[in-house]
């Protein structure tokens, strides 16, 4: 299995480089992005049992964080979160740019939770030709705005607490605008953040059943 932290740089002249860890197994068939914003890192315990979960299935991970570690210094001093979703948007597009230009015989997802769903999303509608699928537990899909809703081309999966009322109406409004194929898996009686007991293995599990199809997809 290869593991290691990279860095990937932000673009278009910029200094400005994004850390993540990339793990491929030696059996891969496929490679997922799992994007943290304004209200995670990579170095959180959740997202690593998800990409465990991933790796068990046979499925490689990059672990990006979309701010570098002085922006999201700043914002914990500041008591906020940074939603600016074109920027988040513009990191995610250049994190897809170099997985994909190191693992093109590869397919490849995205999954982003909170404010990452919204920049995944708007990454699949920039780059149609290299995302697969996307995955959007918990999402801020509304924050990616009708525009890339309507222009989104690969599968989407929805995930949404039974319990999480405003995730559920969030979620179900954004599948109506989605042009794309798309489905909404509820998880029953989870709440926000499906932070309740075994919630968070569901999403895991069906994430990964979600990301095996992607080598069916056809660009």
């Given at each position: 299995?290869?593991?290691?932290?990279?860095?990937?740089?932000?673009?278009?002249?910029?200094?400005?480089?994004?850390?993540?860890?990339?793990?491929?197994?030696?059996?891969?068939?496929?490679?997922?992005?799992?994007?943290?914003?304004?209200?995670?890192?990579?170095?959180?315990?959740?997202?690593?049992?998800?990409?465990?979960?991933?790796?068990?299935?046979?499925?490689?991970?990059?672990?990006?964080?979309?701010?570098?570690?002085?922006?999201a210094a700043a914002d914990r001093e500041n008591g906020r979160d940074r939603c600016d979703i074109d920027l988040?948007?513009?990191?995610?597009?250049?994190?897809?740019?170099?997985?994909?230009?190191?693992?093109?015989?590869?397919?490849?997802?995205?999954?982003?939770?909170?404010?990452?769903?919204?920049?995944?999303?708007?990454?699949?509608?920039?780059?149609?030709?290299?995302?697969?699928?996307?995955?959007?537990?918990?999402?801020?899909?509304?924050?990616?705005?009708?525009?890339?809703?309507g222009q989104v081309c690969a599968p989407v999966l929805l995930l949404a607490g039974g319990r999480?009322?405003?995730?559920?109406?969030?979620?179900?409004?954004?599948?109506?605008?989605?042009?794309?194929?798309?489905?909404?898996?509820?998880?029953?009686?989870?709440?926000?953040?499906?932070?309740?007991?075994?919630?968070?293995?569901?999403?895991?599990?069906?994430?990964?059943?979600?990301?095996?199809?992607?080598?069916?997809?056809?660009?």
């Amino acid at each position: 299995m290869l593991f290691e932290t990279i860095t990937v740089p932000d673009g278009e002249g910029s200094l400005t480089s994004l850390t993540g860890e990339l793990t491929v197994p030696d059996t891969a068939f496929g490679v997922a992005v799992l994007a943290h914003g304004s209200d995670s890192s990579r170095h959180s315990p959740r997202s690593h049992a998800v990409a465990d979960v991933l790796h068990d299935a046979d499925l490689g991970t990059l672990l990006i964080d979309l701010l570098t570690a002085d922006e999201a210094a700043a914002d914990r001093e500041n008591g906020r979160d940074r939603c600016d979703i074109d920027l988040l948007t513009h990191r995610m597009i250049a994190s897809v740019d170099w997985l994909a230009a190191r693992a093109a015989d590869l397919p490849l997802g995205l999954f982003g939770a909170s404010t990452g769903a919204a920049a995944a999303l708007g990454a699949a509608a920039a780059r149609p030709g290299l995302v697969d699928t996307v995955v959007c537990p918990d999402g801020r899909l509304d924050l990616a705005g009708d525009e890339v809703l309507g222009q989104v081309c690969a599968p989407v999966l929805l995930l949404a607490g039974g319990r999480d009322i405003a995730a559920l109406r969030l979620n179900r409004e954004a599948a109506n605008r989605l042009r794309a194929l798309s489905r909404l898996r509820v998880i029953p009686e989870a709440t926000h953040l499906f932070e309740d007991p075994g919630a968070l293995d569901e999403v895991a599990a069906v994430s990964a059943r979600w990301f095996t199809g992607m080598g069916h997809v056809q660009h």
